[in-house]
């Protein structure tokens, strides 16, 4: 089993609400999908040959929308880095990452920014002697 028993409750629940379904149909629909498909909603196509369920194509997509719905990832944050504008999106931890990396690079080329023009104004002086 894929899905634990209380989520498999609450999708119970959330397709009896959302959808023109029978208590019989609603529970292969639920166990389909907490056996063989976990928490990646299964599509329209996968609901249709779901053995002994019979819905029409129309229920099928919204079953589909409302599985969808219910096992979407949390809302992505999306980042700009301040300096070089590159841009990045997923959960905070990701572009916590990428914030971190960024942070570091620049300074990294900012510290060691002295040390280059130090060299170029040396080789500037001697050539104007
Ligand atoms: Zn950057």
Same mark, same amino acid.
């Given at each position: ?9 609450? %999708? $119970? ?6 959808? /023109? ?17 976990? *928490? ?6 996968? %609901? ?22 219910? $096992? ?24 916590? *990452? $990428? ?27 001697? /050539?104007?002697?």
């Amino acid at each position: 089993m894929l899905i634990d028993e209380r989520t498999q409750k609450i %999708l $119970f629940a959330e397709l009896l609400v959302s959808n /023109d379904l029978e208590y019989s149909e609603t529970h292969l629909i639920v166990d389909a999908q907490s056996i063989h498909s976990g *928490h990646y909603a299964m599509s329209p196509a996968e %609901l249709l040959h779901i053995r002994d369920l019979d819905i029409s194509i129309g229920t099928a997509m919204s079953v589909a929308d409302t599985l969808e719905e219910f $096992f979407s990832e949390p809302t992505d944050e999306f980042v700009t880095c301040p300096v070089c504008f590159e841009s990045d999106s997923g959960t905070i931890e990701k572009v916590g *990452h $990428f914030l971190n990396t960024h942070m570091t690079f620049h300074s990294f080329q900012f510290n060691s920014l002295p040390m280059i023009n130090f060299g170029e104004g040396d080789d500037k002086k001697g /050539d104007s002697e």
